[in-house]
């Protein structure tokens, strides 16, 4: 998930993806178009060095993006995992499940698999979050705002779910067609903020 403020970064006309080169391995934030956002993700069963090292990576990828969030599947990894950094918290959420939420909030909502596109979504204020943290034990965290937002996109990203899929047919149609307009500018082109709501 991107911020409103944040700078985005879209892919040139030839590729559909950006790349950040880590410890032999490159990690390449997928777009919208590639299959393996539509996926839902495998849990995490087993938490050791090859899963810290992803993460690690993930949070690489992320910043350098930049982003305030990341799921796993956007870099082509089938588990449940999400990163973020947002006000100096930097987390990694395994396996997690939005058990409650409540309110109404609009924001403009950005994606990284998105890059170039704001979109006025309608989501839960509050929420009530459950994973696993990387030592293993269940966590539970209260969010509201801009932090409930950034978990419910993620864990949508975790199930297959892209901004796009949260729209009407008219709103997706739009979305998609700005998004295509905005594939063959420059890197540093102002981003399109759409209304839905």
């Known amino acids: 998930m991107t911020m409103t403020t944040a700078a985005t970064q879209s892919s040139d006309q030839t590729s559909t993806s950006q790349s950040v080169a880590l410890h032999?391995?490159?990690?390449?934030?997928?777009?919208f178009g590639d299959p393996v956002l539509k996926a839902v993700a495998e849990p995490v069963v087993n938490i050791d060095?090859?899963?810290?090292?992803l993460t690690d990576e993930m949070f690489d990828?992320?910043?350098?993006a930049p982003g305030?969030?990341?799921?796993?599947?956007?870099?082509?990894?089938?588990?449940?995992?999400?990163?973020?950094?947002?006000?100096e918290e930097r987390k990694v959420i395994l396996n997690p499940q939005i058990v409650e939420s409540s309110g109404e909030w609009v924001y403009d909502e950005g994606c990284l698999s998105i890059p170039g596109l704001y979109v006025e979504m309608l989501r839960p204020k509050r929420i009530l979050?459950?994973?696993i943290n990387l030592d293993g034990n269940q966590v539970e965290f209260e969010a509201d705002e801009l932090l409930a937002r950034l978990f419910q996109h993620e864990v949508d990203h975790l199930n297959g779910v892209l901004?796009?899929?949260?729209m009407t047919?008219?709103?997706?149609?739009?979305a998609v067609t700005l998004y295509r307009a905005r594939e063959g500018q420059p890197k540093d082109a102002e981003p399109y903020h759409l209304k839905l709501v």
């Not at 032999?24 to 777009?31: A, F, G, H, N, Q």
């Not at 990828?61 to 350098?64: H, I, N, S």
């Not at 901004?163 to 949260?166: A, E, L, P, Q, W």
């Not at 047919?169 to 739009?174: A, I, L, M």
């Open 24 to 31: 032999s391995v490159t990690y390449e934030i997928r777009t």
């Open 49 to 53: 060095e090859k899963l810290v090292r």
């Open 61 to 64: 990828v992320m910043y350098k």
């Open 68 to 87: 305030i969030g990341l799921a796993a599947t956007q870099i082509g990894v089938q588990r449940q995992v999400f990163v973020y950094d947002i006000a």
């Open 129 to 131: 979050v459950r994973g």
């Open 163 to 166: 901004m796009f899929d949260r």
């Open 169 to 174: 047919p008219d709103q997706r149609r739009e």
